[in-house]
């Protein structure tokens, strides 16, 4: 049996199906893409930082507020011109610093859920303006419940007043620097376990149904 063989014109026509030596479709972006792409990333910046603004401006003067509050303080004993712990093996030194973390993980759990309930679909831009905030908000805290407290100068004048023998308390300082990530640990940690508790979820997509045969 013989094959025939294509003519000319079949040469030319177009064949059906997919075509294994055609070139490859361009994969260049269709114009108007990077506008849209640079007014996203433009209004996830601003979301992130009014985020950021918001949580710092409630996280420092309330967590500042408690801390100088319930911190418990260190008692000096005058003697002479010199003060002294009253007792130097009370852990009254080491207690503000626990009470300041302790409390910016409780306004930070606050703080958290507040911004998953005003943003039930929170993205990058609101973790991260979350937990920027939470840090700034740690900082402000830090400095407020130091502003709040006498000066060392005045602490020093009202010795003087009381005289040999009389107890006062010392200013309020925060010894460990890294009690200040507990507003952000806490923020961070409420608001995770809010979107995995009550955050929108991904339709399940059902597996293939494969026809039997027989």
């Not at 759990?109 to 905030?133: C, I, N």
């Amino acid at each position: 049996m013989t094959v025939p063989l294509p003519t000319p014109d079949d040469r030319k026509a177009p064949m059906r199906g997919l075509d294994p030596w055609a070139a490859p479709p361009s994969l260049a972006p269709t114009g108007g893409g990077g506008g849209d792409t640079r007014v996203q990333w433009g209004r996830e910046i601003r979301t992130g930082a009014v985020v950021m603004a918001a949580v710092a401006a409630a996280v420092g003067p309330v967590l500042g507020l408690l801390w100088e509050r319930l911190a418990p303080r260190v008692r000096l004993l005058v003697g002479g011109d010199a003060l002294y712990l009253e007792n130097p093996e009370s852990q009254r030194a080491i207690a503000g610093d626990g009470t300041f973390l302790l409390l910016g993980v409780a306004v930070g759990l606050a703080a958290g859920v507040g911004v998953f309930l005003a943003r039930r679909r929170s993205g990058v831009a609101e973790t991260a303006g979350l937990a920027l905030g939470a840090g700034l908000g740690a900082v402000l805290a830090w400095r407020l419940g130091e502003l709040l407290e006498p000066s060392r100068e005045e602490v020093r004048e009202l010795a003087r007043r009381l005289g040999e023998g009389a107890l006062v308390d010392a200013p309020l300082t925060l010894n460990a620097p890294g009690a200040l990530i507990g507003p952000a640990f806490g923020a961070l940690l409420g608001h995770f376990v809010c979107m995995a508790l009550w955050g929108p979820r991904e339709p399940v997509r059902r597996p293939p149904v494969f026809p039997r045969w027989g």
